[in-house]
């Protein structure tokens, strides 16, 4: 185990889109554990477009700051423990920051399972499978027969909400950019329909994709497509925002959609956001019916691994340009 | 019974704020019953920023054009039946358009209970009090203890949502225009702060009246106040959108607030449309609630009744200018 702790700062906040310059690469100290916490080693850093928000302000968490390291959550091992409920060895989902070790509270952390291929505990059996699963499932209350449209459709959350929509029943379409990504979905994922939001006659797709219109939207990006998708709901339709990608890589948006509030009064529209850690008490069964779809086959899961600490700079901003095919990560 | 029947045309469709000139008096023979039909003589118009909106295009209703007699829901009496249900005398609430009297099928209309003052069956027992009662316990699911924050809170469902709120054990922040609104809605209908929207520092004053933050946000307004309140909502607030009226009174607008996704989900925010008749199944509770609070005095009723058939397009003016308190309507 090294003593040298590799870590990457955010050393300057973007004010427009991030780059990799934004970065900087440096050395600490391995951290040692204090009473009640543990060091854990950082094996896979889950790349998320919410990295990104972030940098905006404070969300659901404190913002980043210039000089901090750059925050995020990883897979990691525990190498070094004083507290009663990890051992060395075990495995957890942490915010480690975009660094090779930290040294973190125990108690806040639950030991993972450790199952082949650990990735899929950062895909489908992580955030981005929980994601997808509450975000659907609870806020979108989606019926058999129904039309359930999701944006950032090849994306990790993106590409396992139109499988689940499949899986219960409902007809599924995928918004995505570009014909190639559209063209997985239909063929290798089981969507009924794709349409690319880069496309001049986006909105026309999204008619003839949805022809009696829109039961059940998952917004992973907001803006332009949240409001194409408004005025293509349906009497009575849900939408569950996840996400806002469309909006993190600049200044904050000056306006929202139009239709808010009219179209929301004028259809009965319930729109509801939510965080995945809203539904912690039911993961047990989210796990259980995910590990089911995937044995059987329902549910594929795609991953896009990077290899190599240093190029996490890079993977984010790629990630945030739509580079990604299912859930993102960097290997440590 | 007068052989003619007085008519207010839309002469056409404003394209800024509407004026009285936009529309037309005009006769037409009274009309009579087909079968299943009845004949209803109008008493009272109710006048609703709805109205308004109407104008825009199709809505929960099919838009307005020119040259039609101007849409609106009154009190009425049947003067003849050619219907088993309902006989001469009766009582109904109908889409009888601004006109004295007006032939309908009688199947979609219920017979009223005749009950005194008449106004009532038009304010609090009407869509008002019902669209007030529903939005509020239905889509805000106020606990006791939260702050409820309505704006257009002088207005004729916005004055009742304050006092249901107060009789839930909430705290009730009203937003209307100016001071001596404000005054009213404290000092007469028990609201615990008032805020002027028109005021310079409308977002302060916000601000301290929810020190908090909002937890139910009941929205007549949209624009820059529901903007406003998005940011002052509480984590897990809920937002009921009944309507927009500060957009109505012109073309439709070009942007929604901002906000809109990204603080529905780092809020996690449940906003939610609705129009009355979706609660349809729940009258007769709401109904009895709001006898009882009118009975034992915790909720007063305001009324704004103008005389005159002939001035229903100066009173639609004025109530999109925010001239009434209570419930507008037009005695026939």
Request: proline letters at 4%; glycine letters at 12%.
């Amino acid at each position: 185990m090294s003593d040298v702790n590799r870590q990457i700062v955010l050393e300057q906040l973007p004010q427009g889109p991030l780059s990799p310059d934004h970065f900087r690469l440096t050395e600490g100290e391995r951290p040692r554990a204090a009473d009640g916490e543990v060091v854990v080693k950082t094996l896979y850093v889950s790349l998320d477009a919410a990295n990104r928000a972030w940098m905006q302000g404070a969300t659901y968490r404190s913002a980043i700051n210039a000089g901090d390291v750059m925050a995020g959550g990883a897979l990691a091992e525990v190498v070094e423990s004083r507290a009663p409920n990890l051992a060395v060895g075990d495995l957890v989902f942490a915010d480690t920051g975009w660094q090779e070790y930290a040294a973190l509270p125990a108690k806040r952390l639950a030991k993972l399972p450790r199952l082949e291929p650990l990735t899929h505990l950062l895909s489908v059996y992580g955030v981005a499978g929980l994601t997808a699963y509450f975000g659907l499932l609870e806020c979108g209350q989606p019926k058999a027969g129904e039309t359930v449209v999701v944006s950032a459709a090849a994306g990790s959350v993106g590409s396992i909400v139109g499988q689940i929509a499949k899986i219960k029943g409902c007809g599924a379409v995928g918004i995505a950019g570009g014909a190639e990504k559209g063209r997985w979905l239909t063929d290798e994922l089981g969507f009924d329909a794709a349409v690319d939001y880069k496309a001049a006659d986006f909105k026309r797709q999204l008619r003839e994709a949805c022809p009696e219109g829109i039961d059940v939207y998952f917004d992973n990006v907001g803006g332009d497509v949240l409001e194409a998708c408004l005025f293509g709901m349906k009497t009575f339709g849900r939408i569950a925002c996840c996400g806002a990608v469309s909006q993190y890589d600049g200044d904050a948006p000056r306006h929202g959609p139009r239709g808010v509030p009219g179209l929301i009064v004028t259809k009965r529209l319930s729109v509801r956001g939510f965080i995945v850690s809203d539904f912690d008490d039911h993961r047990t069964q989210a796990l259980a019916d995910l590990q089911s779809w995937v044995a059987s086959g329902q549910l594929k899961v795609q991953e896009d691994v990077i290899d190599g600490f240093e190029n996490l700079p890079q993977a984010l901003v790629g990630l945030l340009h739509g580079e990604n095919r299912g859930k993102r990560m960097v290997k440590v």
